[in-house]
């Protein structure tokens, strides 16, 4: 399995929501990796804590030997880095995949990372962090995933995007990755009791978008586990938001 979670509006919990589920995939026993792909790094951040700057190997280094001419390439899992939790890795982020991006789209090199995950041994699940714009790392992450997850937040602008964005989806589906599939629309810090969040969810079911039943809450704790580099899972097993984020993997998987 090989998901990657995607919206082009920015603040929506991507990478949260790539690596509570990530952590719960591991301790469930499978062997799961997480791949950086936003020059924010995040994710690393979130898994790694203060060892993040220290990986031997990036994303930037793969993407990095793909420009050049070799005959043997070293194998995806070498760009892997050990986290804290067991059978988790992540393959970090790096500062130079901004420069990186304008000499990876002349060569169209877009097709890469689905190559390289082929041939990927050894882990039972990857998850794919992207950063919040519809560039050339995000369609190699869609071109080389097997599902998708759309982050969502309950406002008018999110809504309008979210439009958008399944437009998009839709003809990276039929261009590059026929096998694709929309996993459907999760929304993020949702606030029950609110109004405006309930009559945009409602109105997004009756046009038949593909709303997912299971919602992620706001929460203090949330923060707290990114400060202490811990998803939920280890932070929190019992937390109401733990159980959201066990829920939605049970729902997906």
């Known amino acids: 399995m090989r998901r990657v979670v995607f919206n082009q509006k920015g603040g929506v919990g991507k990478t949260t929501i790539v690596c509570n589920l990530a952590a719960i995939a591991a301790s469930r026993g499978l062997r799961t990796l997480v791949i950086d792909l936003d020059t924010q790094g995040n994710a690393t951040q979130y898994l790694l804590g203060g060892k993040a700057g220290k990986a031997d190997r990036t994303i930037g280094d793969f ?19 050990n986290t804290p939790y067991e059978n988790l890795d992540v393959v970090a982020s790096d500062p130079r995949l901004e420069d990186l991006q304008v000499k990876l789209e002349a060569k169209q090199k877009v097709q890469k990372l689905r190559q390289a995950l082929d041939k990927l041994k050894g882990y039972d699940a990857v998850f794919i962090d992207t950063p919040p714009a519809l560039n050339f790392y995000s369609r190699s992450a869609l071109i080389a995933a097997n ?50 969040p309930a009559r945009v969810v409602a109105e997004l079911r009756e046009e038949g978008q593909p709303v997912l039943e299971q919602t992620l809450s706001s929460s203090v704790r949330v923060k707290e586990s990114h400060e202490r580099h811990m998803p939920m899972i280890q932070l929190d097993p019992s937390h109401r938001v733990t159980q959201e984020y066990v829920a939605l993997y049970d729902a997906l998987d």
């Open 147 to 196: 599902r998708c997850l759309i982050p969502f937040d309950c406002d008018e602008f999110a809504r309008q995007a979210l439009y958008t964005l399944l437009d998009n989806l839709q003809e990276i589906r039929a261009d590059h990755n026929d096998g694709l599939e929309i996993e459907g629309i999760v929304v993020n810090q949702f606030q029950g009791r609110a109004k405006l």
């Open 63 to 81: 993407f990095e030997s793909t420009l050049g001419f070799s005959l043997q390439t070293p194998p995806f899992v070498t760009y892997a880095t």
